[in-house]
């Protein structure tokens, strides 16, 4: 029983690449304004309700700051933020090109069902850069 | 320092009584034998087993043949419904929106073979007695309303609702596994034909549980083989399970039906103060052990897990703690599908105290504001 006790909140569903980035993410926007950015984009699943909004920076066709904001389940945080740093200083042609089978590789996979709603930053950061090529 | 666990999720399972578990030890060993054989040893067991009928059927107020010992709360609910309807070939059955799984897949099954109505409930989780008279009809079966939500913890006037079928022929199941321990199990004063019981949600162990079946009701086993339990439920008898029941429906008080109460009056009061917090299902008629809470902004399995990391087990009706990926049922039938998103229940129990609850407050304070912030919802 002691055992049992002691390991309350050590054991965790997901993976631990996972479980890093839901207890400490990355780069989510906090005091700047959204006017500060190049380029937004914003996408939500109906399926399970899950939202994502990406916040970029964009300097001489560069990623050069990637913020953004999430409400959604522990692998939806997660997602969003190790796509943030996955695509930070990147091209944005090759941003673009970033897939959910990318994001998903890198979290060290995720429960099947969980992908197709968790794995929605993509789809917000291509709407960023097809808003930020729409402008220019 | 880490703060030993706090378990605030006693409607998903309790943990068992010390006493329940002292009385139920000796049928793991010394008296292990099978009540069906009949040298001087079985007959122990046997004697344990109908010892344990009678406190049962007392606590239900009803005779020792009308209690059925099953497997759990799913196996007692599907032998109500299933057996019930083998009577039948065709006809019309109600149940509600918010039904347990193990009533409400039942009856999904069911669909092709009877004409089904599902009861909505209103903004507060209630089933209407009026709506259930007006969905019957001339060839209504059955029926099978909760006593208690699992979710939403609201309080169905189960004795309206049999009030309303005493002149219809339709014979009525309650589900009162949640129920159990809080409220009236008098059978006789609920006026229902069949009864779900269940033994790990009242400090009995998981895989024992009782349908109780009127005398003048009857129903098809659908597990076959020995005569166990009148022939109605086959296999060989649980005999410590059996024996942890009966203790823990003698150990029932309604002191500590009480001391949830003023736990759950504080923890509610609380909450309410906090911007973006609001109360699923009625305040009034709802168990003295549940809350049910959907957070402005915040997913609700997020919040679970986050809990989870600081010491806290509490339950959500969040999309991702289901297959389909759809929220809650319950608190969709009572609410909006973000709400459902939204939602986090917290139910209390025999063990819970007022200093487990003050760190849960302070928890989920901090982490609730954690998750506004980095939602697009916000809270701005």
Partial sequence: ?136 | MKQSPIYLDYASTTPIDEKVLKAMAPYFGDVFYNPSSIYSLGLLAKDAVDKSRKVIAKFLNCQEEEIIFTSGGTESDNLAIFGYLENFESGHIVTSEIEHPAVYEAFKKLEGKFKVTYLQPDSNGLISPADLKKALKQNTVFVSIMYANNEIGTIQPIKEFTKILKNHKAVFHTDACQATGYLEMDVKKLGVDLLTLNGSKIYAPKGIGVLYKKKEVSIAPQIVGGDQELGLRAGTENVPGIVALARAVEIISSKNAKKEKQLQDYLIRELMQIKGVKLNGSRVRRLPNNINISVQGVEGESLLLDLDKQGIAVSTGSACSSRDLKPSRVIRAISTEKNAHESLRVTLGRFTTKKEIDIFLKVFKNSIKRFQEMSPYGRS
């Fill in chain 1, 1 to 136: 029983m002691a055992e049992v006790k002691e390991k309350t909140g050590q054991k965790f569903i997901y993976s631990e690449i996972v479980e890093d980035h839901f207890f400490n993410p990355r780069n989510i926007l906090k005091q700047e304004k959204e006017k500060d950015f190049d380029a937004i984009g914003e996408i939500g699943s109906p399926a399970c309700g899950d939202v994502m909004k990406v916040y970029l920076k964009i300097r001489e066709n560069k990623i050069v700051d990637f913020k953004w904001k999430t409400f959604g389940c522990a692998s939806a945080i997660a997602a969003t933020s190790i796509l943030s740093e996955m695509a930070m200083g990147m091209d944005i042609e090759d941003a673009y090109q970033i897939s959910a089978k990318d994001i998903t590789e890198a979290l060290g996979g995720l429960p099947k069902r969980k992908i197709h709603c968790s794995v929605l930053g993509d789809q917000a950061l291509r709407k960023a850069i097809d808003s930020y090529r729409q402008k220019i």
